[in-house]
């Protein structure tokens, strides 16, 4: 390692930064419901939109202690492609791009108007949108959903959720967890690997 350094220091040799500074992601990265107890998202607000959204043939989820209730809120969308018919229906996902200025509107109606958890998200949606754009068929490989429905809208979502460890309404983040203040700051340093290590668990 010193003589890489070295290398380095002369121009012969780049080295990632991140690849220094960033140690394997901590699991406790999962444990976002755990850190971060918001309420779930009411999808069910966009019924009228999307209610007969067409049946997905297979989903394979892996449920984890600490996603059960995410991903089962989602699995009925899932299911029936409807968490794509969503993101499309309020614009927030225009092609396989995610227009953050539409994110908003489509939080306050999910969420009736929670303005804590919907600044938390919006921000949060943000952060992700050019790193699951840039990563997407990465993180594809790390995930087990099944990709009968198009995974843009499952991604960015599972991105901004995930950034609750980082960005969570002060009220319910777990200050005196340790695991949990740990794997904030792993995230605020590592962002990238971070999101890797919470995908590996869907």
Known sequence: MRFILLLSLLGIFPVSHSAVKCRAAPKSLQ??????????????????????SGIQPSVSIKLYSTLDLFLNSMALFLQQCRLGCIFNATSALQGKVLSTKHVRPMLERAY???KEIIDAYDANFASCATLVHSKYQELTQLSSQSDACDRHALFYSLCAYSKLMRRCPTNV??????????????????????????????
Request: aromatic share 10%.
């Open 31 to 52: 444990n976002v419901q755990v850190c971060c107890p918001l309420p779930l998202p009411n999808w069910g607000a966009y019924n009228s939109e999307c209610g007969r």
């Open 112 to 114: 009736a108007n929670q």
């Open 173 to 202: 983040w777990q200050a005196n967890n340790k695991k949990c203040r740990d794997a904030r700051a792993y995230m605020k340093k590592c962002a990238w690997p971070a999101l890797k290590m919470f995908m590996k668990s869907t």
